[in-house]
């Protein structure tokens, strides 16, 4: 099946730095990716919609100029946590969409990078 | 606002018995919906999904069944194994847009 691959997995950061992590799609071409952030013992956050060569679609309360992306092409995008502090620490989800209309074939429309553990000092 | 509710944090299932997952949603907007499975520290894995055109899809083990009417979808998973102990997150979308719910986290005991 279609793989995501998250990069990197973990990161251990001072405060006041900026981190960024790559999420790509090995062998198919997203024409669309999400960026999902998510809490302990807690859902999944859809933080942003990006869509190739656009400007992302942030969701209501997630800070545009704080987390960056940039969807720069059809296999990569990468959210950058700017000026990091110790609340941003959290585990990062990407996932991808390829441009076919599979939805209906029950196979899954999207598919998830493994994650990335951000812990910030 | 919660358009995609998991009211049940927890369940525990004997090994060999059914398990059954509900989700609840309340946006009419949404039209395909999906189950992930997520084990600690990694990504979800996707495990079966549905189009609002249907009302039931079977894959092996694991059967999802779609009441638009009441805007609920349930997983049932059948027989439950050991392996299947993981956080159960169901999805729903509309166009670019996915909403999870909260996950259940199911414990399949030997």
């Known amino acids: 099946g279609a793989v995501v691959s998250q990069h990197p997995s973990w990161v251990i950061c001072k405060s006041g730095t900026s981190v960024k992590i790559e999420c790509r799609s090995l062998?198919?071409?997203?024409?669309?990716m999400f960026w999902y952030r998510q809490f302990p013992k807690q859902s999944l956050m859809l933080m942003a919609t990006s869509n190739e060569g656009s400007k992302a679609t942030y969701e209501q309360g997630v800070e545009k100029d704080k987390f960056l992306i940039n969807h720069a092409s059809l296999t990569l995008s990468t959210l950058t946590v700017t000026s990091a502090h110790p609340e941003d620490s959290s585990f990062y989800i990407c996932s991808a969409r390829g441009g076919g209309g599979e939805r209906e074939t029950g196979t899954g429309e999207l598919f998830f990078g493994e994650g990335s553990r951000l812990t910030v000092l | 606002d919660q358009q995609v509710k998991q009211n049940s944090p927890s369940l525990s299932v004997q090994e060999g018995r059914i398990s059954i997952l509900n989700c609840d949603y309340t946006n009419s907007m949404f039209d395909y919906f999906l189950w992930y499975k997520k084990y600690p520290a990694e990504g979800p894995t996707f495990l079966i999904s549905i189009s609002s055109i249907k009302d039931k899809n079977e894959d092996g083990r694991f059967t999802v069944f779609l009441n638009k009417s009441a805007k609920h979808l349930s997983l049932h998973i059948v027989p439950s194994q050991p392996g299947d102990s993981a956080v159960y997150f169901c999805a729903a979308s509309a166009r670019l847009d996915m909403r999870f719910g909260a996950g259940t986290r199911l414990t399949v005991k030997p």
């Open positions: 062998d198919f071409q997203a024409t669309t």
